[in-house]
T-cell receptor, first 113, second 116 residues
Framework: QQQVKQSPQSLIVQKGGISIINCAYE??????FPWYQQFPGKGPALLIA?????SEKKEGRFTISFNKSAKQFSLHIMDSQPGDSATYFC????????????FGSGTQLTVLP | GAVVSQHPSRVICKSGTSVKIECRSL??????MFWYRQFPKQSLMLMAT?????????EQGVEKDKFLINHASLTLSTLTVTSAHPEDSSFYIC????????????FGSGTQLSVL
């Protein structure tokens, strides 16, 4: 019940395209859903996060869509750039907090020039 | 964003030796820090929660005598891998929890440990 399932495992997108990464969860107590971006040999960096009181949050080219009834949330990267090539992790936690995050399995995104 | 410094970034050691990894929050105080282990192309696995001034809380299956955690100040947590063996080779990442209006987690840049 603590699992967060992430797909796809890998994604290849042309420059300028839209990258979409999906996550699904079972535990309805989860109420904080961040996305992290990780470059090789580096630690993850917080990209954007959402709480279930909204269905969408946008920051620049990055948008989180949240579907509470379906227990799914997704990351959309608009106008994808080669510099966006990285591994993306979704995560979830309880109590609206960044503590005790349960991470998805990660998506390796490659944006072709 | 806030900065979490992790040192060293890479360490190679002989089997049987101990290795210490430091995690510092440079511009905020962190009463809580976390330690993770990450295998190639896999997700982060939480090893333990480090609380300033108290004993760390270890996740199930993590040997506390193997992975010693000390959080002696509000800006520093250390992970010591004792009597390291090749199977301990991994990428270790720390994170620090910033508590303000909303809690945010900031990660260190990771330590690649290779045990020969």
């Amino acid at each position: 019940q603590q699992q967060v399932k992430q797909s796809p495992q890998s994604l290849i997108v042309q420059k300028g395209g839209i990258s979409i990464i999906n996550c699904a969860y079972e535990n309805t107590a989860f109420d904080y859903f961040p996305w992290y971006q990780q470059f090789p040999g580096k630690g993850p960096a917080l990209l954007i996060a959402i709480r279930p009181d909204v269905s969408e949050k946008k920051e620049g080219r990055f948008t989180i869509s949240f579907n509470k009834s379906a227990k799914q949330f997704s990351l959309h990267i608009m106008d994808s750039q080669p510099g966006d090539s990285a591994t993306y992790f979704c995560a979830a936690s309880i109590g609206g907090s960044a503590r005790q995050l349960t991470f998805g399995s990660g998506t390796q995104l490659t944006v072709l020039p | 964003g806030a900065v979490v410094s992790q040192h060293p970034s890479r360490v190679i050691c002989k089997s049987g030796t101990s290795v210490k990894i430091e995690c510092r929050s440079l511009d905020f105080q962190a009463t809580t820090m976390f330690w993770y282990r990450q295998f190639p192309k896999q997700s982060l696995m939480l090893m333990a929660t480090s609380n300033e001034g108290s004993k760390a809380t270890y996740e199930q299956g993590v040997e506390k005598d193997k992975f010693l955690i000390n959080h002696a100040s509000l800006t520093l947590s250390t992970l010591t891998v004792t009597s390291a063996h090749p199977e301990d080779s991994s990428f270790y990442i720390c994170s620090a929890l910033m508590v303000s209006t909303n809690e945010k987690l900031f990660f260190g840049s990771g330590t690649q440990l290779s045990v020969l």
